[in-house]
């Protein structure tokens, strides 16, 4: 039994806590291929595999002119967060801002230090269960791929996900004593794997698809609905799952803070952002549209357990194998930031408690320590995650419900205002008035896409 204080550091959060250090203290060793590595493994995620549901909502013209639509708002973003990490000159500093919280309280003021650390926390808990309901999908989708191999295609082969969501969260109650990131980096690299492996199989099966059938389905339109209502809801239903599968706003700063230097950070990171983003907005057009291609107006939510696919059932079990064990890394590394930031604020508040300090010795595990508020606190969390996922098992929904809802502060809002700060930027010039636009324009997206989301929700929760 012991006292000592675990004193834990998120790399999405660190600003809550982290002290400034002295520069001679850090060793940056990062370049612009680790930074675009870091950037892939963060941006291509489950969203990629909603997007052939998203073109064939919105059709051969505008599916994928939306797709490099997200794909240059995206760049532009982060070339005004990458202009924001050093200050007051973006590229020789001497002031750093290491993390997007640190950023947003350093340029806008403990305000918006606090509304933006609500949204991320939201952002964070909404990705988890997600990933909840995703790996459910998945795990029922290996168990009906065997019955459609073994009974045939048409064979009643129904299941729930009530069973795998329990299963996961239980798995997760396990996984969420991992003390910190700096203890889950093997986790980490599985769990890329695992994302490249599974999009690229599914990239495959649409284009054996496309092969087998003889021609590319699909309309300029999109899929037909039953009123022009019902075509407008799942049209901004699909501009939100496009929204969940592309910004990675809250890690820029952070990747960026690994590179050495020169070049300037600012510099190698805006090369690197534009890279990264032309290989991923590449690989989500091959699978967005490759997908709609081989199914037209039937083409599934989830490409994987939608069940467009059935043989060879072996390399759609493989996938969604891939899809459960990237979840399960997954779901921790958007975890383990809230689990941080709890577990400080709880020892700031309560520096005397027994209950938050206290750490003991598992017998079993020598080298492993257990404290009660980490006990509770994060199982609460994931029986939280997997409650509301239960509640609402509809995966294109609730993806859009969170990439609408978080796109537009997170990717746009923050990012310029900050910019603004920084570069004093005065009102009406043109770059103010451009800027204030493109702004504008987004919050029109988030407004849209939530709704249609929202709606979607509401209607599959009622049917």
């Not at 029922?140 to 019955?147: F, G, H, L, V």
Request: hydrophobic share 45%; aromatic share 16%.
């Amino acid at each position: 039994m012991g006292g000592e204080e675990e004193h834990q550091q998120s790399p999405l959060l660190t600003s809550f806590s982290q002290p400034e250090e002295s520069e001679e203290s850090v060793k940056r060793t990062g370049t612009l291929w680790t930074s675009i590595a870091h950037i892939i493994t963060g941006v291509i995620g489950a969203g990629v595999l909603s997007l052939a549901w998203s073109v064939a909502q919105l059709g051969w013209i505008a599916g994928p002119l939306l797709m490099i639509a997200f794909a240059g708002i995206t760049i532009a973003s982060t070339n005004l967060l990458c202009d924001c990490y050093k200050h007051p000159d973006p590229g020789s500093g001497p002031y750093r801002n290491r993390s997007y919280m640190e950023a947003v309280r350093f340029y806008l003021g403990e305000k918006n230090h606090t509304a933006c650390g609500v949204i991320v926390q939201e952002s964070l808990w909404g990705c988890a269960i997600t990933y909840v309901i995703t790996s459910a999908a998945s795990l029922r989708a290996i168990q009906r791929s065997n019955c459609y191999h073994k009974e045939g295609h048409q064979a009643p082969c129904a299941y729930g996900d009530t069973f795998y969501m329990l299963m996961f969260g239980l798995i997760q109650i396990i996984m969420s004593q991992i003390p910190d990131f700096h203890n889950m980096e093997w986790l980490s690299v599985v769990a890329a794997i695992m994302s490249f492996t599974y999009s690229f199989i599914g990239l495959g099966l649409g284009f054996a698809k496309v092969i087998e059938n003889g021609k590319i389905m699909g309309s300029i339109t999109g899929v037909p609905a039953s009123s022009f209502a019902n075509k407008l809801w799942l049209v901004f239903q699909a501009l939100g799952d496009i929204a969940f599968a592309y910004p990675y706003s809250i890690i820029v700063l952070e990747i960026q803070d690994t590179l050495k230097s020169p070049p300037p950070e600012n510099r190698t990171m805006k090369r690197a952002s534009m890279v990264a983003i032309f290989v991923t907005t590449f690989f989500y057009l091959c699978c967005g549209c490759f997908g709609y291609a081989a199914f037209g107006s039937v083409t599934p939510g989830n490409l994987l357990t939608g069940f467009g696919f059935y043989e060879p059932y072996w390399l759609i079990d493989l996938a969604n194998a891939c899809i459960v064990l990237h979840l399960i890394g997954g779901y921790q590394i958007y975890s383990q930031p809230v689990f941080a930031f709890a577990e400080r604020w709880f020892t700031k508040k309560f520096p005397n408690s027994s209950f938050v300090n206290n750490f003991y010795k598992f017998p079993l595990l020598p080298g492993f320590q257990w404290n009660l508020l980490r006990l509770c606190f994060r199982t609460a969390y994931v029986v939280s995650t997997t409650g509301i996922a239960m509640l609402f098992p509809y995966f294109n929904q609730v993806l859009g419900l969170l990439g609408a809802l978080n796109f537009w502060p997170l990717t746009i809002y923050f990012p310029v205002e900050m910019y603004f700060v920084q570069k004093k930027v005065g009102a009406w010039t043109r770059k103010w008035i451009i800027l204030r636009t493109l702004s504008f324009v987004c919050f029109l997206v988030t407004v849209v896409g939530f709704i249609g989301s929202l709606e979607g929700l509401i209607a599959a929760k009622l049917s």
